[in-house]
């Protein structure tokens, strides 16, 4: 059984456990959602109405009849159960199904808008802030992501450098080599897992081998019900529902950038003095032309501007 099948099939286990108590019309929606998932997840509620031959207000009701609240509820029951399902050439042929290419890049762009809003308005404040404090106390600093979510990985431990002392970016071409890495991690350290649909197995055991050293796991996943999240203590959740072959990282990546900025501002001093090194440095190996912008100077100037103020 793969990782989150259980909460995805939690839709359908509730259908089949209410389906005797379900009126006619209700029934009728439990049958199609059923054998088409893949289809209804696209529905709004007065469509998938359309489509089973009943009134809105029955889905509704079929909705809260299964204990979701409301339609939203249900829908995101339904894109679970999709998300964990589909392989990725049928999530091809489910997206490209629906939109013609015409559309494809306005619907894209909305979608991922969309999921920036839902992430800002569902992610937890105080898991944000917790997971700033833990960063800054850390001895050492572990950042892990597998296949899709190395980028993300890469991208992170890239400021860490610049803004704390001892960053690890895991390589994970093997599960011997993450655990070669991770050996001498303990309670001072912190692991940061990067983990999205479908879930990796490897940095699964990866938290779990941190979590039995007492070190402490901040997770960036996208759902209270995911697997990463068993062996977390800070878990900040950024939407990623499916959009074509893979998952939009658009807003986990917006929720990376919150980081390191909250990080550099809590760090000024550090990070400017590291800039100027790396500006010094640069400019004595010729790393750079001499028509890139001046980032240190910029940050000074503001920096001056603030006090002035």
């Known amino acids: 059984m793969e990782m989150g099948e259980n909460s995805a099939n939690e839709l359908l286990m509730r259908m089949e456990n209410k389906y005797a108590k379900l009126s006619k019309g209700q029934k009728r929606l439990a049958d199609y ?7 209804a997840v696209f529905l709004t509620a007065s469509r998938l109405g359309e489509v089973v031959g009943v009134s809105e207000s029955t889905v509704v009701r079929f909705a809260t009849q299964l204990g979701y609240k409301g339609y939203p509820g249900f829908q995101k029951a339904l894109e679970e159960l999709v998300r964990t399902r589909l392989n990725s050439i049928q999530r091809m042929e489910v997206t490209y199904g629906r939109i013609s290419q015409s559309e494809i890049l306005a619907t894209v762009l909305q979608s991922d808008i969309e999921k920036i809003k839902l992430t800002l308005t569902g992610i937890d404040q105080k898991a944000f802030e917790l997971a700033i404090d833990t960063i800054l106390n ?8 597998i296949r899709s979510c190395a980028p993300l990985a890469s991208f992170l431990s890239f400021y860490l450098n610049l803004i704390c002392e001892d960053v690890v970016l895991v390589n994970t071409n093997s599960s011997s080599e993450i655990f070669e890495q991770l050996i001498r991690i303990n ?18 055991k990866a938290l779990e081998f941190a979590s039995n050293r007492k070190a402490k796991v901040i997770t960036l996943t996208d759902s209270v019900h995911s697997p990463m999240n068993l062996y977390s203590s800070c878990n900040l959740i950024a939407r990623s529902d499916m959009a074509s072959i893979v998952d939009s990282l658009v807003a986990p990546l917006s929720v990376i950038n919150a980081l390191v900025v909250a990080l550099c501002m809590k760090k000024q001093k550090e990070v400017i003095s590291t800039l100027e090194m790396l500006e010094d440095i640069w400019d004595e190996y010729q790393v750079y ?7 240190v100077s910029d940050m000074k100037l503001q920096k001056e501007k603030k006090e002035n103020e």
Do not use: W
């Open 33 to 39: 959602v059923r054998e088409n998932y893949d289809k």
């Open 138 to 145: 850390a001895k050492k600093i572990y950042v892990i992501g």
């Open 187 to 204: 309670e001072k350290d912190v692991i940061i897992a990067i983990s999205f649909p479908r879930y990796s197995m490897r940095t699964l």
């Open 289 to 295: 032309s001499g028509d890139e912008l001046n980032h």
